[in-house]
C-alpha cells in the first residue's frame, strides 16, 4: 500500500516530519525506516499498536508499550496527547501546539485548572525591580557611562601629555631687552573712629563709653510657659497593603525546549492618613523691663595698599602716601618685569619677584643664545 508520513507542528503552525522533536529540532533515533511511516491509512494511535509502540506526547518518540514513562525525555505516557499531536498527512487534521500545552496545563495540575503564575519575591513597601537580561561576553556588563569615564580619563591623560611634551620642546632665539617695567607698593594701617548704640551687655569689645540712657527692652520674643497636646486630623500617615496588581509580561523561561512566558504582580498600598496627639508650647508675652542703652565709640584699624602702577624705567622708587599722626606704614612689596624682543619682532616677558636680579637688567642688553619654548615662554638666557 501507499505509505504515508507522520507529520506535526509547533506553536506558531511550524510542520516537522514526526522524525523530529517539535521543540528542539534534534533528530530522533531511528532503527527502522518502517517505524516513522504508516503501512495503512489508520491512525498514528492504530499504527504503534500494530507494532507494540507507544508515541510520546512530547518527543514523538516510540517505545514499549508496557512502559509508563518515555525512555527520552521521562514524560508520562497520554494517549490522547499522542493522538492529537501526531497525525496523517494529507488526510489527517493538525492540531496547533496551543491545545496540546493547555492539555499539558490539565494533565499536570491536579489542584487547579490554571497555569501557575510566577511571581517575583517583592519586599514589603518597595516597588519590584525590573530584571536584566544578562548580555554575557567578555564586555557584556560594562555601561555606556562606564564608556565615557574611562574614554574621558584617556582623552584627559592624552591632553596633558600633549600640553608636556610641548612644554619641553624649546627652540633658540636672539632676545634683546628692550624695556624695564615694575610696580612698587606700601601697606598702610590707620585708626578709623566710628560711632554706635548698644544695649548694656552687648556692646563690642574695645568700645568707650559717651552717654547712656535707662529705656524700655522687649526681647522681641514670646516666652514659653508651658506646653499641652492636641488632636491633629489626618497628620499621621502610613502605607496599608491592599492586594496584587493585575498581572503583566515580565520574563520569558524556557523549560525543557519549550519557550513559557512568565507573568509578575506587584504589591499594591494605599496611603492611610490618621488623626494623631502633637505637643504644643504655650507662649506669653513678655513683659518689658527698663534697660540702659549706650552710645559708645570704637577705633578700628584698617590696613590697604598703597601703589605706584606700573612704570616704564629703569629706578624703582617707593610711593610716599601722606600720614597723618594717627597712620602708620606697614609691609612694602613690588613685582618687576623684563620686556624682550626677539629678531622676529616676537615680544617675550620675563616677571621677578625681587629686584636684585631685575636691577642687573638694562636696555639694549642682548642674549643671543636664549631658548623659548612653544608657548613663547622663556627657559634660559644666555649671553
Known amino acids: 500500500g501507499q505509505q504515508q508520513e507522520l507529520f506535526i507542528t509547533d506553536k506558531k503552525g511550524k510542520e516537522f516530519k514526526s522524525g523530529n522533536c517539535i521543540y528542539c529540532g534534534s533528530q530522533r533515533p531511528m532503527n ?5 511511516t504508516s503501512p495503512k491509512s489508520g491512525s498514528s494511535k492504530e499504527f504503534s499498536e500494530s507494532l507494540n509502540t507507544r508515541l510520546c506526547a512530547h518527543c514523538q518518540v516510540p517505545f514499549s508499550a508496557t512502559l509508563s514513562d518515555c525512555p527520552k525525555c521521562g514524560n508520562p505516557l497520554d494517549t490522547d496527547d499522542s493522538e492529537a499531536m501526531v497525525v496523517n498527512k494529507p488526510s489527517g ?7 496540546f500545552l493547555k492539555k499539558r496545563a490539565s494533565r499536570t495540575s491536579t489542584a487547579s485548572s490554571v497555569l501557575p503564575v510566577s511571581v517575583p519575591k517583592i519586599e514589603r513597601g518597595f516597588p519590584p525591580v525590573a530584571k536584566l537580561r544578562e548580555t554575557g561576553g567578555m564586555f557584556g556588563n560594562i555601561t555606556l557611562g562606564t564608556i565615557l569615564g574611562v574614554l574621558g580619563v584617556i582623552g584627559f591623560c592624552a591632553v596633558m601629555f600633549f600640553l608636556l611634551f610641548l612644554g619641553s620642546k624649546t627652540h633658540e632665539e636672539n632676545l634683546t631687552v628692550e624695556k624695564l617695567a615694575w610696580n612698587r607698593w606700601v601697606e598702610v594701617s590707620y585708626v578709623e573712629t566710628s560711632t554706635g548704640t548698644c544695649w548694656e551687655g552687648s556692646c563690642p569689645s574695645g568700645y568707650q563709653e559717651l552717654s547712656r540712657t535707662s529705656e524700655n527692652y522687649y526681647s522681641g520674643e514670646d516666652v514659653p510657659v508651658g506646653s499641652r497636646t492636641e488632636v491633629c486630623e489626618d497628620c499621621g500617615s502610613r502605607q496599608v497593603y491592599v492586594g496584587l496588581g493585575p498581572e503583566y509580561l515580565c520574563d520569558t523561561n524556557f523549560v525543557d525546549g519549550v519557550e513559557e512566558d512568565v507573568y509578575c504582580q506587584d504589591e499594591m498600598y494605599e496611603t492611610e492618613h490618621y488623626d494623631t496627639e502633637v505637643p504644643v508650647t504655650i507662649y506669653a508675652t513678655a513683659t518689658p523691663y527698663k534697660r540702659d542703652k ?3 565709640e570704637l577705633d578700628t584699624t584698617l590696613t590697604k595698599n598703597i601703589q605706584t602702577g606700573w612704570i616704564e624705567s629703569g629706578n624703582p622708587y617707593w610711593p610716599e602716601p601722606r600720614l597723618s599722626n594717627e597712620k602708620l606704614t606697614g609691609k612694602r ?5 623684563v620686556v624682550f ?3 622676529k619682532g616676537e615680544i617675550r616677558r620675563q616677571s621677578f619677584d625681587e629686584d636684585k636680579i631685575w636691577g642687573s637688567f638694562y636696555v639694549g642688553q642682548n642674549f643671543p643664545n636664549s631658548k623659548v619654548n612653544t608657548f613663547g615662554s622663556i627657559v634660559e638666557l644666555s649671553p
Open 341 to 343: 624682543r626677539s629678531e
Open 32 to 36: 527502522d525506516d518502517s517505524i516513522w
Open 93 to 99: 487534521t493538525i492540531i496547533p501546539a496551543s491545545e
Open 333 to 337: 612689596g613690588g613685582e618687576y618685569s
Open 294 to 296: 549706650i552710645r559708645y
